[in-house]
C-alpha cells in the first residue's frame, strides 16, 4: 500500500512537470532558469533546451554562499541566492530569462529567488 502511494505521488509530480515545461523553452538568447528545492539546499541551473547546455549554474551547498548565509532554508538567503545567479548570467551578457519553477508553488523560497534575480537586474 505504501509503495502504491509513493508511485502515484510521482506520477503527479511528473504530470505537473510535464505540464510546466510544455509551455516553457530556453534559447541561447533567453535560458530557461529551473528552479529545484530539496529539504535543505537550493539549486538553480539556467539551460538552453536547443543545444541541451546548462549555461550557468548556482546552489546553497557552494563554500563562499555558505560563508556568508549560514542558514539556507529562509528567505533573505533564497533572494541571495536569485541575485548571485542574475550576476553569473549577466557576467554571460545574457539579461532575459524564462523562469521554470518546477513543481514547486510560486511563493516562499521559490518567489525570493525569483525576486533576487530580478533585483539583480535580469527581466523576465
Request: net charge positive; charged share 35%; glycine share 6%.
Amino acid at each position: 500500500m505504501l509503495k502504491e502511494k509513493v508511485f502515484l505521488k510521482k506520477v503527479s509530480k511528473d504530470r505537473i512537470r510535464k505540464r510546466i515545461r510544455k509551455k516553457i523553452n530556453g534559447t541561447p538568447e533567453r535560458p530557461r532558469v529551473f528552479v529545484h528545492k530539496s529539504n535543505r539546499y537550493l539549486y538553480m541551473q539556467a539551460v538552453d533546451d536547443l543545444s541541451g547546455h546548462i549555461i550557468a549554474s548556482t546552489t546553497s551547498r557552494d563554500k563562499d554562499f555558505l560563508a556568508k548565509h549560514k542558514n539556507s532554508k529562509n528567505i533573505e538567503s533564497s533572494q541571495a541566492l536569485g541575485e548571485v545567479m542574475a550576476k553569473k548570467l549577466i557576467d554571460k551578457k545574457v539579461t532575459k530569462i524564462v523562469f521554470d519553477r518546477g513543481l514547486f508553488p510560486y511563493h516562499g523560497r521559490v518567489k525570493a529567488m525569483a525576486e533576487g534575480m530580478r533585483k539583480g537586474g535580469l527581466v523576465f
